[in-house]
């Protein structure tokens, strides 16, 4: 019953949240009318739910957006099912299954004229995408460190921050290397007692940002060892340095939609 309800939760963006109730009720076993309540009253509960606080995307539900961003012109796209999606993203099914809901719903507030099926379809212009989401996306960077060289940080290899920008643009470097890390890549960093937090950068430190999601998903979109260029746009759109400014709409100027 439980990988039922899984892959039937997977359609719920093609499925009237009633049709799928009704679905449900019927697996359900007859003689059992508490577990048939507990279960719809479960269902309406999550289609009830609302876009993120904010109306800002989750994380999976940027990615999703920045794949489709990356990769809506490959046919291979409209073909791809959750279960697709899932494995390139490396989220559960379950989760994809909510981020194209969660796309739905944002969806229908910020592109006025057009259905959802445009959007997947590839009948909006990328860069259009792009500017009408800007209200929704967040910044990958949960967190930023100052930290001590150590063995560990020599084998971080993704470039981020002003270290990128630099890369991207003719804004000049920073004078210590910007490195990404998602959580799990922070906490072995920091399980190896081989690192010290610093308060402000220092000489010969390196900064750290720890990403929601991993700042490797999209490689194959950016320049050799840097992060890509959107979520870049991103983690640093917040500046009110001018240079960064100017770096920034370089940067975004570059893009090939």
Do not use: C
């Given at each position: 019953?439980?990988?039922?309800?899984?892959?039937?939760?997977?359609?719920?963006?093609?499925?009237?949240?009633?049709?799928?109730?009704?679905?449900?009720?019927?697996?359900?076993?007859?003689?059992?009318?508490?577990?048939?309540?507990?279960?719809?009253?479960?269902?309406?509960?999550?289609?009830?739910?609302?876009?993120?606080?904010?109306?800002?995307?989750?994380?999976?539900?940027?990615?999703?957006?920045?794949?489709?961003?990356?990769?809506?012109?490959?046919?291979?796209?409209?073909?791809?099912?959750?279960?697709?999606?899932?494995?390139?993203?490396?989220?559960?099914?379950?989760?994809?299954?909510?981020?194209?809901?969660?796309?739905?719903?944002?969806?229908?507030?910020?592109?006025?004229?057009?259905?959802?099926?445009?959007?997947?379809?590839?009948?909006?212009?990328?860069?259009?995408?792009?500017?009408?989401?800007?209200?929704?996306?967040?910044?990958?960077?949960?967190?930023?460190?100052?930290?001590?060289?150590?063995h560990s940080t020599k084998h971080l290899n993704r470039y981020a921050g002003l270290d990128a920008l630099a890369s991207y643009s003719m804004l000049?470097?920073?004078?210590?290397?910007?490195?990404?890390?998602?959580?799990?890549e922070w906490k072995k960093l920091q399980s190896a007692n081989e690192i010290q937090i610093l308060r402000n950068a220092d000489d010969g430190c390196?900064?750290?940002?720890?990403?929601?999601?991993?700042?490797?998903?999209?490689?194959?979109?950016?320049?050799?060892?840097?992060?890509?260029?959107?979520?870049?746009?991103l983690s640093l759109r917040d500046t009110t340095d001018v240079r960064i400014e100017q770096a920034l709409e370089e940067l975004e100027g570059g893009?090939?939609?």
């Open positions: 019953m439980a990988k039922m309800i899984r892959w039937s939760l997977g359609w719920k963006t093609v499925l009237p949240s009633g049709i799928i109730t009704s679905l449900f009720l019927m697996m359900a076993p007859t003689s059992s009318p508490l577990g048939r309540s507990a279960l719809a009253m479960d269902l309406r509960e999550y289609y009830r739910r609302s876009p993120p606080e904010g109306g800002q995307f989750s994380p999976a539900t940027q990615t999703v957006l920045l794949h489709w961003l990356y990769n809506s012109t490959n046919l291979a796209w409209k073909k791809a099912s959750v279960t697709e999606m899932a494995r390139i993203l490396g989220y559960s099914k379950m989760t994809i299954s909510r981020a194209f809901h969660e796309i739905e719903q944002i969806f229908t507030d910020s592109f006025s004229g057009y259905t959802i099926g445009d959007l997947w379809e590839n009948r909006i212009p990328k860069v259009q995408v792009w500017k009408n989401a800007q209200p929704h996306f967040r910044s990958p960077v949960t967190r930023r460190h100052y930290v001590t060289r150590g000049a470097a920073p004078p210590y290397h910007v490195y990404a890390v998602d959580r799990r390196v900064q750290v940002e720890v990403w929601n999601y991993s700042p490797g998903l999209f490689h194959n979109h950016g320049k050799q060892q840097l992060v890509d260029p959107l979520s870049l746009y893009m090939r939609w």
